[in-house]
């Protein structure tokens, strides 16, 4: 009986020590400032976390009752803790294959490249290519080289290589540069129709000159170069991903899945290398229209997990501002008495009969307008899709909204619309669209921040990577101080400028709520994610254009460590 009651008491303590265990705490993050995003409760002394989610966040003493013998304890030293930063567009195998398969000329840097120089890194680069391979490469801006608007054709290509073909796609991801070798291979005489959805620039004799606009025309060339390995290409998105990392981007949109090599091989190659660790950010996924009909229905809105999963259709309406091919609705101002006001892709009827049948599936419409033109038409679709208040609930994306209008932005409050800014706009494009491709009055509403807050409208901020860096903190840095980097350096509208903590929610809370997650990240509050961003210093609390220099020490995704700078 003693021996019986001596089992039973240890029983009970080994239970005990079981369901402490169980209660305890992982880690315990303390010793720094804690910015949560969280408006019932901004700052903290403490956060723990246990099996990938927040436990507990508040008083240090509090903290520490979860503390276990197993509990590590994580001294930030001064260092601010954040929650993980969100970017919800971005082009990852887009920028996998531009800046690493491809050969990557972007320069973001003073000064900008010449044509002379183009040609130059091009040609050194084309020593390493066989006859007949294909010469791939991305980055180059006529708005950011000089003369300004110096733009490739054929004939300057063919001085680089007469014998192998070139394909240089420009900057903004919506403008192309061939020689006629490539010409040749893709089989394009002076008398080829253009794709639907895409041109063939001709001369005034009806030539072509080497310049294509939009993916249907870039297929053309695509379709005709060999496909990289699977080595290869995971390789390529294994650097993408930690570039992601080290920038404390926790969760990034993949904008354009089946873009590159259909919608079946991206999904498998994303859920596979998320699953594996390989992409260590968790990743939401857009279909892109092109290659995902209406008549597809093998896949399903929200499909997948919390690692990865796909949740929306993304449409592209118009091109680039800064390749004057984005929708206006007056002229571009430059060059002087010019009639182009860019390009639609689709009527207004087209859009709608892409947007409604998927819009009625379930899926998120995200909707690429940067001019105008364009926003006016996304928002009349949209208009059309929201007959009954559930549907302003449907966080209808409007992506980039360079140019919007008052009237479009009260109208973009009424729908429910989220709209996504390119906060690099007024940054490395600011002086050239206000000094030259839009003018002022138009260039002063690029981005407009603080407009939107006024009346309501929750937004976010984005890279577009491969079109501008991965790089959170500085696009905080750009909504809040509006400079241009161009010298002399000036501000972009100071009207629109908004405060840190407002555009800290465009990389968070704000974020998430854009990507339908804001229940489950973009904030430190208990039961959310464990994505955490730990910079060195609290941006709160720091100049705002100097945020950009603030350094990411460490990224946790899921509760784990993926990044921790050396």
Known sequence: MRLL??????????????????????????GGDIVTMNKAQPTAEAVAIRDGKIIKVGSLSNAKTLQGSDTK??????????PGFIE??????????????WYNMSNFNMPHDTLDSLVSKLTAYSKNVKDGEWITAFGVDPSRTEPFMAELNADILDKVSTT???????????????????????????SSPDPKGGKLLKDSKGRLTGVVYEVPAFYLFINKMPAPSQESLEQAVVKVGQRLVNKGVTTSAEISVGGYLGVDKEYALFDKMTHAGKLPVRVRGYM??????????????????????????????????????????????????????????????????????????????????????????????????????????????????????????DKTAKLGVVPGLTIGHSDYWGEAFHDHLLGAERANRIDPGASLIKKGVRFAYHSDSPVSPIHPLKYVSEGSSRLWQASPQKVLNANEKVSVYDALKAVTIDAAYQMRMDDKAGSLQEGKFADFAIVDKNPLKTDAYKIRDIEVKETWVNGQQVFKKN
């Open 5 to 30: 009651h001596t089992l039973t008491i240890s029983s009970a303590i080994l239970l005990s020590q079981s369901a402490i265990a169980a209660s305890s705490a992982d880690v315990i993050f303390y």
């Open 73 to 82: 304890l994580v001294n930030l030293n001064g260092k601010t803790l954040l």
């Open 88 to 101: 919800p567009h971005v082009h990852i195998l887009g920028t996998a294959f531009s800046e690493e398969l």
């Open 164 to 190: 192998k073909p070139i394909f240089v796609m420009n900057q903004s991801m919506h403008i192309a540069y061939v020689n006629h070798k490539a010409l040749e291979v893709a089989g394009l005489t002076d």
């Open 288 to 409: 892109y229209s092109n290659v995902f009909p209406t008549t597809n229905n093998s896949y399903k809105p929200n499909q997948g997990d919390d690692i990865f999963k796909v949740i929306g259709v993304k449409i592209v309406a118009d091109g680039s501002d800064q390749g004057l091919t984005g929708a206006m609705t007056k002229p571009y101002a430059y060059p002087a008495g010019t009639t182009n006001t860019g390009n639609l892709n689709f009527t207004e009827q087209e859009l709608y009969d892409l947007a409604k049948p998927r819009f009625d599936q379930g899926w998120q419409i995200s909707v690429h307008s940067n001019g105008d033109r364009s926003i006016e038409q996304t928002l009349n679709v949209y208009e059309k899709l929201v007959t009954k208040p559930e549907d302003a609930k449907a966080r209808l994306r409007i992506e980039h909204y360079t140019v919007p209008t008052p009237s479009q932005i």
